[in-house]
């Protein structure tokens, strides 16, 4: 979509961590098109924000309906990136994404805090207590409720808090380093 040659990163961003449009799990959302939904409810209240928007869609993510989506916005700060999740996390403000992934664990554990912004089945909040299905690594569950997820970016956006390091590899064996030296 936009290119991010000229984007001012000295105020952060947002990483917007995408999955896939497809109903595959049918009875994990309310409805059919939950994922659909949530993404342009995702991007409706992230457009109005100042500050780059950064994209990272899964490998079934289809692109054809980011781009489509995205051509309705007609918003400059929302950008496509396809870089490692971690290096993503290093200067992010926030991380969102309306599926929990697997991804929300690196940004977490950077200090990075992490929004689920989604509309489980009755039958899986049950089963999750109305938690995400990996609660350990999100910090805000928010169960479609755009006002809610407004409040929360600008809330998060606001604070001064520093960003802390929260789960630190074991490395027993000394890999990393030897990894690193060779």
Request: hydrophobic letters at 35%.
């Amino acid at each position: 979509h936009n290119q991010l040659k000229d984007v001012n990163f000295k105020n952060g961003y947002i990483v917007f961590g995408l999955g896939t449009f497809a109903t595959y799990y049918p009875y994990d959302f309310k409805n059919t098109n939950s994922q659909l939904i949530l993404f342009r409810e995702t991007i409706d209240v992230l457009k109005d924000l100042e500050i780059p928007i950064l994209m990272k869609p899964h490998y079934s993510t289809q692109m054809q309906i980011v781009h489509e989506e995205l051509g309705k916005i007609n918003k400059k700060n929302f950008f496509v990136t396809y870089a490692h999740p971690t290096l993503l996390a290093l200067q992010a403000k926030i991380w969102i994404c309306n599926t929990y992934s697997t991804t929300c664990g690196d940004a977490f554990g950077l200090g990075v805090p992490t929004i689920e912004y989604t509309d489980y089945s009755d039958k899986l909040k049950k089963y999750t207590n109305n938690l995400s299905v990996n609660p350990d690594h999100i910090d805000h569950f928010i169960s479609q409720d755009k006002k809610k997820l407004k409040y929360t970016l600008f809330k998060i956006l606001n604070e001064k808090k520093i960003k802390r390091q929260r789960i630190f590899p074991v490395d027993k064996n000394n890999l990393i380093d030897s990894l690193i030296k060779n």
